[in-house]
Antibody, heavy 118, light 107 residues
Framework: EVQLVQSGAEVKKPGESLKISCKDS????????IDWVRQMPGKGLEWMGS????????RYSPSFQGQVTISADKSINTAYLQWSSLKASDTAMYYC???????????WGQGTLVTVSS | DIQMTQSPSSLSASVGDRVTITCRAS??????LGWYQQQPGRAPKRLIY???SLQSGVSSRFSGSGSGTEFTLTISGLQPEDFTIYYC?????????FGQGTKLEIK
């Protein structure tokens, strides 16, 4: 069974950097995309972007392009979401999920809560 | 970008009722649409993919239909655990986009 396991909750100050992770325990890490989805407190789901670890092809939503960096290390089946300078408005739950090309997101991680506060 | 307009934003119903949620795409997305259920404090769970295919393990009370720009999620015989939030997602082209969500509440 595919399982995406995300890193734990983070509390950061504005201006700090952060990298959260999503580890895929399955055997096919190179054959599907890993997506990142934001959910701000009390709000809906927002697709941020996606990476294909086999060749690092990365797609971003225009809303998040330049605001975050998505990367992956296929040697350890792990994808990352990174900020260089956090803002209070980055406070949210962040989910990773998986999709195969041409198909919808099927498996999801448990979420990582990021809190940015001075 | 493809915009997904989901309606209604909230819906009141009773146990045993049948309800329908709609998503409209701003352009043709063929059948590249999924429906998700999110329980409080939990990650979303896929119910439907390719507009009408039921995810394995999901109750047959859930059904999806549509293609092109208009899609529906129907829940028949509502059970207490169904009263939560539902989202549609188009994956026809990047960037993927979610609908705004529908909160299903007990009347």
């Amino acid at each position: 069974e595919v399982q995406l396991v995300q890193s734990g909750a983070e509390v950061k100050k504005p201006g700090e950097s952060l990298k959260i992770s999503c580890k895929d325990s399955g055997n096919n890490f190179g054959s599907h995309w890993i997506d990142w989805v934001r959910q701000m407190p009390g709000k809906g789901l927002e697709w941020m972007g996606s990476i294909y670890p086999a060749d690092s092809d990365t797609r971003y939503s225009p809303s998040f392009q330049g605001q975050v960096t998505i990367s992956a290390d296929k040697s350890i089946n792990t994808a990352y979401l990174q900020w260089s300078s956090l803002k209070a408005s980055d406070t949210a739950m962040y989910y990773c999920a998986r999709h195969y090309g041409g198909w919808s997101l099927d498996s999801w991680g448990q979420g990582t809560l990021v809190t940015v506060s001075s | 970008d493809i915009q997904m307009t989901q309606s209604p934003s909230s819906l009141s119903a009773s146990v045993g009722d049948r309800v329908t949620i709609t998503c409209r795409a701003s352009q043709d997305i063929r059948s590249d649409l999924g429906w998700y259920q999110q329980q409080p404090g939990r990650a979303p769970k896929r119910l439907i993919y390719t507009a009408s295919s039921l995810q394995s393990g999901v109750s047959s009370r859930f059904s999806g239909s549509g293609s092109g720009t208009e899609f529906t999620l129907t829940i028949s015989g509502l059970q207490p655990e169904d009263f939560t939030i539902y989202y549609c997602l188009q994956y026809n082209s990047y960037p993927f986009t979610f609908g705004q969500g529908t909160k299903l509440e007990i009347k």
